[in-house]
């Protein structure tokens, strides 16, 4: 079974530049969703789709930030414009239903902000 | 608001040795705690997850217990390997709300061989 891809898997921008990442779930997992990873710090859900409705997005930047899931499959998080404290690992998860069951982790996309 | 709390936050320990990893919660109503490995540069891989109604799972030389009265998790690591040299991670899904995983800060271990 393929994992949670994600793409790009590395990315350096300037601050209020804008950038794009993009995750493919599992085959068939229903739930979606993308935490910031800070340095140092535990991952901190940023928004979490149910097929490709929002469930929550209560911690999500909105005046930044926006992501998508179109056709309840693939996503994608958008950050325009990027802020210096925007530098962060951002993890795409998805697993079979809600947050009950385990979640499943892509490998992350490293973003740094100069 | 649910807060999860791991310490220390780096620990080294001689291969071959057995260890425990802490994870304290502060709201005992949980649906279920998790435990992830992070490995450098990578994302988390699941290891154990314990439904709220259970004590303790075991998965090969890992045992994760749970005692939501106190708010603690534990994560038992038997005959350390090199192997195991990551950063772990335990989570908390409350049973009210929107059920989000609120993670800790995470240990990171080294195992000296």
């Known amino acids: 079974e393929a994992g949670v891809a994600q793409s790009p898997r590395y990315k350096i921008i300037e601050k209020r530049q804008s950038v794009a990442f993009w995750c493919n779930p599992i085959s068939g997992h229903a739930t979606l969703y993308w935490y910031q990873q800070i340095l140092g710090q535990g991952p901190k859900l940023l928004i979490q789709f149910q097929n490709n409705g929002v469930v929550d997005d209560s911690q999500l930047p909105k005046d930044r930030f926006s992501a998508e899931r179109l056709k309840g499959v693939d996503s994608t998080l958008k950050i325009q414009p990027a802020k210096l404290e925007d530098s962060a690992v951002y993890l795409c998860?998805?697993?079979?239903?809600?947050?009950?069951?385990?979640?499943?982790f892509g490998p992350g996309t490293r973003l740094l902000v100069l | 608001k649910q807060e999860v709390t791991q310490i220390p936050a780096a620990l080294s320990v001689p291969e071959g040795e057995n260890l425990v990893l802490n994870c304290s919660f502060t709201?005992?109503?949980?649906?279920?705690l998790q435990w992830f490995r992070q490995d450098p540069g990578k994302g988390l891989t699941s290891l154990l997850l314990?439904?709220?109604?259970?004590r303790e799972q075991t998965s090969g030389r890992l045992n994760a217990s749970l005692d939501k009265s106190s708010g603690r998790s534990t994560l038992y690591i038997a005959a350390s390997q090199p192997g195991d040299s990551a950063t772990y991670l335990c989570?908390?899904?409350?049973?009210?709300?929107?059920?989000?995983?609120?993670f800790g800060t995470g240990t990171r271990l080294t195992i000296i061989p």
């Open positions: 314990i439904q709220s109604s259970q």
């Open positions: 989570a908390a899904i409350s049973n009210f709300g929107n059920e989000k995983l609120t």
């Open positions: 709201d005992s109503a949980i649906y279920n």
């Open positions: 998860a998805s697993s079979t239903d809600r947050v009950q069951e385990t979640q499943y």
